[in-house]
């Protein structure tokens, strides 16, 4: 059981909530307020008044980030402003459950008699205050793992909610108001049936491909049974050959045909491929359309599913058209990896290896550490890679949604894995498999340049044969595939954008000259 956080606005029932589900969970209740004004001997409204804002967090984050790292379970019942923190925020997201408690300004209003102890009132009515403080805070409470209305609702309403909640498997992305939830799983379709009804849309528009439809058709007929919604299904065929606009264009003709309306959710039930298709035309349809993520392949649960990149290949490249379009939620239920081809499990694990390469020592050591467990496709383990995987994933797209810095990272072995996939007509790897051998490349590169300790593509190429993956190819192949470098999106005219290692789990983005670059691909002088 991990810590629940009770977050949200002044006279929403953070305390009188959070005692019920302490009790419960059989969990410790602790009021954050509480301490601060014990601690200091008087009311919090008096220290931030005395204090000011600035040392008033100061004094809300030396109480909060201890409790928050100690990973002893409680029940946390935050201040009104404690979330403003980033560093709190963080904490707190990916160590608790986090849950938002709303009310309209009017209940606010209603509930509070005097404003004299809350900090953050001044001189304002409690109304106009509260209606500022709903307006000003949208994006940070719009960042927890569910957000719940007050409003006319018993406390033990809403703690049965936060009990339920707090027993499930979930990754917050916090973006804002385009924060989602990540939802792990394992044999239950009704998780997604669940996750659907709450967005509560008026149709369904399911991009699938064949191969799912034979294996995991079931699970996905009886995620949608208790719907009782239409449902407008786009069945491709399967592979990356068939990410083009031509399936674009098969699932917009098929949603507009039937008349969808913006209150349509594209449910995209596959690998990247699905995933990546099914992304783009939601964020197209009618301008935008929520979209919720189910991916079935190990590469699509580590990778592709969270972060919002979408889009389909050119004739020119590989993924040059596409939009950043975040979805609504991601439900991973571990149970499709039953049905998955061992050489696909063993893809997806590039994509692991590759983002724990540049940011994530934990789990490079978990991968090395268990690397015969999790080729063998060890349940637990996997589960363990997948739920890591996410949460290295989120830390990177939290701290750079539209890849203008961080996000870059992970395109290790893209460069060079791109132009492979696509200069073999994406038949003769599996694009794990081109990021497998593009990050050894890379790294080697790397290495030769003097950018990267040496041994480091030694380590990764090792790691790779552990999980099945191949790690060269002739030189030949390279200077055939070269031209597909040149039109490679993080290419500048002259240069390119290269993630590189710099330690263990460690990485940064240089600029290297294409020729330089060429030169120490190839290993000439
Ligand atoms: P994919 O979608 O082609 O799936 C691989 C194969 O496995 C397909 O044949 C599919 O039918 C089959 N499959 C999937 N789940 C299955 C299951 N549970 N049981 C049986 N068969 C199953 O490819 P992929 O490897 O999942 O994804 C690769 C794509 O993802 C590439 O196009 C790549 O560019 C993209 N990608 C996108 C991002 C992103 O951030 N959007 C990140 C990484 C990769």
Same mark, same amino acid.
């Given at each position: ?175 804002? =108001? ?5 939802? @792990?799983?394992?044999? %239950?379709?009704?998780? +997604?049936? !669940? /996750? *659907?009804?709450? $967005?509560?849309?008026?149709?369904? =528009? ?5 191969? @799912?439809?034979?294996? %995991?058709?079931?699970? +996905?007929? !009886? /995620? *949608?049974?208790? $719907? ?298």
């Amino acid at each position: 059981m991990r810590t629940v956080v009770l977050s949200g606005f002044m006279a929403t029932g953070k305390s009188t909530i959070g005692r019920l589900v302490a009790e419960k969970l059989g969990l410790p209740f602790l009021d954050t307020d509480a301490i601060l004004a014990e601690e200091v001997g008087r009311p919090v409204g008096e220290i931030f008044a005395a204090e000011g804002e600035a040392r008033f967090r100061d004094h809300e984050a030396r109480i909060i980030q201890p409790l928050l790292a100690d990973g002893v379970p409680r029940v946390l019942s935050f201040g009104g402003g404690s979330m403003t923190i980033p560093r709190v925020r963080h904490a707190a997201l990916e160590a608790a459950t986090v849950v938002t408690l709303t009310a309209t300004p009017e209940t606010i209003a209603a509930r509070v008699p005097s404003p004299t102890d809350r900090p953050n009132l001044g001189a304002a009515s409690v109304l106009d205050r509260a209606r500022d403080l709903i307006a000003l805070r949208r994006e940070v409470y719009g960042e927890c793992h569910a957000s719940i209305a007050t409003d006319g609702r018993a406390p033990e309403e809403i703690a049965a909610c936060i009990v339920e909640l707090a027993r499930r498997d979930t990754v917050a992305i916090p973006l804002g =108001v385009r924060s989602y939830v990540v939802e @792990l799983t394992h044999g %239950r379709p009704d998780v +997604l049936g !669940a /996750a *659907l009804k709450e $967005l509560a849309p008026s149709s369904i =528009v399911t991009v699938t491909d064949e191969n @799912l439809v034979t294996m %995991r058709g079931a699970w +996905l007929d !009886a /995620a *949608l049974a208790s $719907l009782g919604l239409r449902e407008t299904r786009i069945v491709l065929s399967p592979g990356e050959a068939n990410k083009t606009l031509a399936s674009i264009s098969r699932i917009w003709d098929a949603a507009l045909s039937e008349g969808v309306d913006r209150q349509a959710v594209v449910v995209a039930f596959g690998g990247g491929v699905a995933g990546d298709l099914a992304g783009f035309a939601a964020s197209t349809l009618l301008r935008g359309v929520r979209c919720v993520q189910v991916p079935t392949s190990l590469l699509s649960m580590v990778d592709s599913s969270v972060g919002g990149k979408t889009g389909f290949d050119h004739a020119a490249g590989k993924n040059l058209l596409g939009a950043f379009f975040q979805p609504s939620r991601v439900v991973i239920d571990l149970e499709h990896l039953k049905t998955l081809p061992p050489r696909e499990r063993r893809a997806g694990l590039a994509e692991v290896v590759k983002i724990a390469l540049v940011r994530e020592p934990p789990l490079l050591e978990l991968l090395e550490s268990r690397a015969e467990a999790i080729a063998r496709g060890d349940r637990d383990v996997l589960r363990d890679v997948v739920r890591a995987s996410v949460i290295a994933k989120m830390r990177v797209v939290r701290e750079d949604e539209h890849e203008t810095g961080a996000r870059a990272l992970l395109n290790l072995g893209h460069t060079l894995g791109h132009a492979l996939e696509s200069h073999g007509g994406y038949a003769r790897w599996l694009h794990g498999e081109a990021v497998a051998i593009g990050t050894v490349l890379e790294i080697a590169a790397a290495e030769r340049l003097g950018l990267t300790p040496a041994g480091t593509s030694e380590r990764a190429a090792s790691l790779f044969e552990r999980f099945g993956l191949p790690t060269t190819v002739d030189l030949a192949t390279v200077d055939a595939a070269w031209p597909y470098v040149m039109s490679d999106k993080k290419r500048t005219l002259s240069a390119v954008k290269l993630p590189v290692v710099t330690g263990p789990g460690e990485g940064r983005v240089e600029r290297v000259e294409l020729d330089a670059l060429r030169a120490a691909v190839t290993g000439a002088e």
